[in-house]
């Protein structure tokens, strides 16, 4: 599928949150103590440095950009909220059963691994849809430099891929 290069960024974040969701589906097809817990610490840490920051990127900047167009309570854009919800609500659950050393469940790892299979799917095929179909090459652009504003102030200098400010400029 053709990707307004705007998204890219978000679109190579994903490519990145699907492997990691993979990890956690091969974590939990082989449950044994040790290996579920390194996958869930794995994880936890890449929601810190990268995930939750995606989200509050997506609910900051590319939700009211698609709100402007539609209606803040859209579908598209209840439904990438309530995916995000979920998705966090899984992850507090996993960290916090690592704060306790509990053991963790296959199940909890599998389940928050399709959670994010499932939401990457949706925002691939109807929310980055939705927003291209609607938003102006400009507002996209806009949206874009504000992604890497965001990026860059947080510290996550966004993925190594990403285009550069320079390179955002020359494709205007």
Same mark, same amino acid.
């Given at each position: 599928?053709?990707?307004?290069?705007?998204?890219?960024?978000?679109?190579r974040d994903h490519h990145h949150a @699907?492997? $990691?969701?993979?990890?956690?589906?091969?974590? !939990?097809?082989?449950?044994?103590?040790?290996?579920?817990?390194?996958?869930?610490?794995?994880?936890?840490?890449?929601?810190?440095?990268?995930? $939750?920051?995606?989200?509050?990127?997506?609910? $900051?900047?590319?939700?009211?950009?698609?709100?402007?167009?539609?209606?803040?309570?859209?579908?598209?854009?209840?439904?990438?909220?309530?995916?995000?919800?979920?998705?966090?609500?899984?992850?507090?659950?996993?960290?916090?059963?690592?704060?306790?050393?509990?053991?963790?469940? !296959?199940?909890?790892?599998?389940?928050?691994?399709?959670?994010?299979?499932?939401?990457?799917?949706?925002?691939?095929?109807?929310?980055?849809? !939705?927003?291209?179909?609607?938003?102006?090459?400009?507002? @996209?652009?806009?949206?874009?430099?504000? @992604?890497?504003?965001?990026?860059? $102030? !947080?510290?996550?200098?966004?993925?190594?891929?990403?285009?550069?400010?320079?390179?955002?400029?020359?494709?205007?």
């Open positions: 599928m053709k990707r307004h290069p705007s998204l890219h960024p978000l679109s @699907l492997v $990691q969701a993979r990890k956690l589906s091969l974590a !939990a097809a082989e449950p044994d103590s040790n290996g579920l817990a390194q996958a869930g610490a794995n994880f936890a840490d890449y929601w810190k440095s990268d995930l $939750q920051a995606h989200f509050a990127q997506e609910e $900051q900047i590319l939700l009211p950009l698609l709100a402007r167009h539609t209606s803040p309570d859209g579908s598209e854009i209840k439904e990438t909220l309530r995916q995000h919800t979920e998705i966090a609500r899984l992850v507090t659950e996993l960290k916090d059963k690592l704060a306790r050393r509990e053991t963790l469940e !296959a199940t909890l790892l599998e389940a928050l691994g399709e959670a994010l299979r499932r939401h990457i799917r949706f925002e691939e095929s109807e929310l980055f849809p !939705a927003l291209e179909s609607l938003a102006t090459e400009e507002e @996209l652009w806009r949206m874009n430099e504000q @992604l890497e504003t965001a990026r860059s $102030q !947080a510290g996550t200098g966004g993925c190594a891929l990403s285009p550069k400010p320079q390179e955002t400029e020359a494709r205007r």
